[in-house]
C-alpha cells in the first residue's frame, strides 16, 4: 500500500501532492490493479491533514479514471500506469546516465544540469502542444 | 447545507472596550475552520460565545439552530476545550473520565477508554504529572468523548512541542472523520492550520477581516509586482489588501475574483501565510478602528 507524505515548502497543494504520488506509483508498477488505497482516516491520522484534503484527491483520481471507490470497502486501482513503458526504463536509464557524464566532462554542474533538463523539457512539452 | 454556526452582527464589550465587534459569519458544517490573529484579537472572545460561556453584548450567535447557552441539550452538542488545555492536576486520568461520564449525558465511555488506551496514559496517572503533549491529549479525548457535533479549540497546540503538536493534529483529523465533527481552533501556527483547515477566520482588532474557504482565498488573491505605479489605478474587480512601493517599483496583494489581465505586473501566488500576514499587515498599517468591511467568501457547494 502506498505511504503518502506532504512537502510543506513544494508550493504544490496538498491535494495535488497526493494525486502526484499516486500517478508516480502507478507508473512505476508500485500500485497495481486492485490495490488498494489507504482510507481517508489512515491519511488524516498519518499526515495530520484535512480529510477534505484526501476526499479531493481521491475524487480527482477517479475523475481519471485511475481508481473507483466501492462505498463501505475502499477505494481501489483501477488501471495501471505502468505497463509496457515500464521495460523501456532501463535502456533509458543507460542512456540519460551516458548524457549525464557527457554533461560533467563539459564542465557542467548539477544546477546548470538540472536547469538545462527542465528548459529542454520544457521547450520541447511546448512544441508538442504547439 | 445548514450552517452549523452564524452569527449577525456579534460584539461582546468589556467595559468600555470591545472584545470582539460586528462580527457576521456563516460557517457551514463538516468543516475544519482556523481562527487567526494576534493575541488580544477576540480570538478566545469568539470561541466561549459560540460556546456559551459568554454572552453577547450585541447581535446574535447560532450554534446548530439554537442559541450556544439554550440548556443543556444544546449545550452538549459543544465541546469546548479551553485554552492551554486545562486538566485538573489533582486528579487522575480515570478521575477524569468518571468526572465526564457524571457531567455529560452523551458520554462516550468507550471512546475515551480506548483512546486513553491507544495513547498508552496510565489511568493512575495524576494529570499534574502528564507531560503538555498528554495533557492536551486528555483534554481532547474529554472533549471528544462529550460526542459534540461542533468542538471549539483555544490555541490547543499553542505550548506543544513540534512531535505533541503533530500527534495532537493526527488525532483531532482521524476524529473528524470518524465521529463527523465540526472543528473550530485558533492557532498562530500557521505552518499546521495549513494542512489542518478547510476554511479560514482572520480576526485583527476585534474584527473579522476575511472569512472563508482556504482554497477559495488562495484562488482570488495575489501578489503584483511591477513599476511604479498609483494603487488607485487599479480596475475596480481588484481590491487592494496591502501596497508597497520603492522608488520605481510597487508591490501589491489584491483580491480579485477575476484573471488579472495587465502585462505590465508579474503575479504569484500567496501561500496562506502570506495571505494572513497581508490581512494583519493591513491592520497594523491603518492603526485605526475603521469598521473596515469583512470579506467574506463563501463556498457554494
Known sequence: ?130 | MTPILQSQELGKKYGRRWALRDCTLEIPAGRVVGLVGPNGAGKSTFLKLAAGQLAPTSGGITVLGGRPADGPAQLAKIGFVAQDTPVYPRLTVADHLRLGAGLNPGWDAGLARQRIERLGLDPAQRAGGLSGGQRAQLALTMGLAKRPRLLLLDEPVASLDPLARREFLQGLMEAVVEYELSVVLSSHLLSDLERACDHLIVLTGSRVRVAGEVERLLATHHRLSGPRREPGRLPADQHVITARHADRQSTVIVRADGPILDPSWSVSHLTLEDLVLAYMDRQADQHTDEPARAITLEGRR
Do not use: C
Open chain 1, 1 to 130: 500500500m502506498i505511504e503518502f507524505h506532504l512537502d510543506a515548502r513544494s508550493g504544490v497543494s496538498p491535494y495535488l501532492q497526493l494525486v502526484h504520488q499516486v500517478r508516480h506509483a502507478l507508473r512505476l508498477g508500485l500500485l497495481r490493479e486492485g490495490d488498494r488505497l489507504p482510507t481517508v482516516k489512515d491519511v488524516v491520522a498519518r499526515l495530520a491533514i484535512n480529510p477534505n484534503t484526501v476526499l479531493k484527491a481521491y475524487r480527482e483520481l477517479e475523475h481519471e479514471g485511475l481508481v473507483a471507490a466501492r462505498p463501505g470497502v475502499g477505494t481501489f486501482v483501477t488501471r495501471t500506469l505502468a505497463n509496457a513503458s515500464l521495460a523501456a526504463h532501463e535502456p533509458l536509464r543507460r542512456e540519460l546516465r551516458r548524457w549525464l557524464a557527457k554533461a560533467r566532462l563539459a564542465g557542467l554542474d548539477d544546477e546548470s544540469i538540472e536547469a538545462l533538463f527542465s528548459t529542454t523539457f520544457r521547450s520541447a512539452a511546448e512544441e508538442d502542444i504547439a
